[in-house]
């Protein structure tokens, strides 16, 4: 028997980190406040059957940031990352 994940892949969560930060945040990186491990953003793991939308670290599975909208508000936590690093506008 195949179990299938119940995340996808970081990719997945690209159109809404898109249009809070107005940019392509699948090649954001940062580094995971339970383990360490650096990543980009396209890596980590996209829960998105919830409320909101959560991206966990590949390596130890911690929350590593959460967003949820509500109709005139939007709530953005990445204090599972120690920073969050995006490249610069060209």
């Known amino acids: ?3 299938t994940p119940d995340f996808l892949d970081g990719n997945a969560a ?3 980190l898109e249009s809070v930060f107005g940019t392509d945040m699948t090649v954001a990186t940062g580094r995971c406040r339970g383990c360490g491990e ?3 953003l396209a890596q980590t793991h996209a829960y998105l059957r919830g409320p909101g939308m959560v991206l966990r670290c590949p390596g130890c599975d911690s929350v590593l940031l959460r967003l949820v909208r509500s109709a005139d508000q939007l709530w953005l936590d990445t204090g599972g990352l120690h920073y969050l690093r995006i490249p ?3």
């Open 88 to 90: 610069a506008l060209q």
């Open 38 to 40: 650096r990543m980009s």
């Open 1 to 3: 028997m195949t179990l």
């Open 14 to 16: 690209a159109g809404d």
